[in-house]
């Protein structure tokens, strides 16, 4: 057995792992965005996808579509992964994501970026000239087998209005949001459900807001408080009562990847237990949105 899935069997013995959600769809695409960069959305994303895999047991995939690839970093890091081959830029290329999966632990793959996936305007424009709807639509179609595979994918994608933000809304069903308690952070995630309601009108597309995640870099501080009541007050429960403190052990996830260690006593590290326990809830939360949203359906 692998050190990875002696950690899986670890945290899913201490934590336990629920049964995937009743009401749930079988195959759920998300995007996690914002238009401002540098707001703790590439690490929301991987902390939900690891948490959808080993204390929620769904088998669960993630696309990394920023040519930056830090998504794919972390995610190979949490792995044991020196070195990874298969890549999206490949699939795009070849029509085919199925062959560019690399497994990452138990309930946990990946579809890994490349720098060279900068790319993708040029290639879109070659494969379907003159047809805007053919080009951002090209990860729908490109999804199709991967969603018999997988309960869940998760979409991470640069902090743009461009052809990678436009191909992940439109594989998407559900939009999460990221926002740190920064105006500039506000003013990205208004701009960002502004150009997620464009795409909605022109293109008929059903796409929601799961929710908003809220990331505080001073707890109590007078402008991270203003920032969270004003987006309380602009998008209502939308904007999720679990909020992501800063935490230094986030950091250490970036370096060494995700993992929950256990001190000499066998019990888990107080910081990890803290970090793990933070995105437990807010994927519990995003879960009873999405069962709402779907008795609606």
């Known amino acids: 057995m692998t ?136 990860l729908n179609e490109l999804l199709k087998p991967l969603k018999e595979k997988y309960d869940a994918i998760y979409i991470d994608v640069p902090p743009t209005i461009s052809d990678f933000s436009d191909n992940a809304m439109m594989a998407a069903d559900y939009c999460i949001i990221v926002l740190q308690t920064q105006e500039l952070s506000l003013d990205g995630a208004q701009t960002y459900i502004d150009y997620m309601q464009y795409l909605i009108n022109t293109y008929n597309k059903q796409l929601q807001v799961l929710g908003i995640v809220p990331c505080m870099l001073r707890p109590g501080g007078r402008v991270d408080d203003k920032i969270l009541n004003d987006a309380k007050k602009s998008y209502g429960n939308n904007v999720l009562e679990t909020i992501v403190k800063y935490q230094e052990r986030l950091k250490v996830y970036d370096v060494e990847g995700i993992h929950l260690k256990k001190n000499i006593s066998k019990t888990p590290d107080q910081w990890d237990l803290k970090a793990h326990t933070v995105f437990k809830n807010v994927l519990t939360e995003l879960d009873q949105h999405q069962q709402a949203f779907e008795k609606v359906e």
């Open 3 to 138: 050190e990875t899935n002696k950690n899986l069997e670890y945290d899913q013995l201490y934590f336990g792992a629920d049964e995937t959600v009743s009401g749930v769809r079988d195959c759920t695409v998300y995007v996690v965005g914002n238009f401002k960069g540098g707001v703790g959305k590439t690490k929301t994303l991987t902390m939900l996808a690891y948490t959808s895999a080993v204390y929620k047991n769904r088998k669960t995939l993630v696309i990394d579509l920023d040519p930056q690839a830090n998504a794919s970093s972390i995610l190979a890091k949490t792995g044991g992964i020196k070195i990874i081959d298969k890549n999206i830029y490949k699939g795009f290329i070849e029509g085919d994501l199925t062959s560019q999966v690399t497994p990452i632990m138990e309930n946990l793959d990946l579809i890994s970026s490349v720098t060279q996936f900068k790319n993708l305007p040029k290639l879109l424009m070659s494969k379907f000239p003159n047809n805007d709807e053919a080009q951002i639509n090209y």
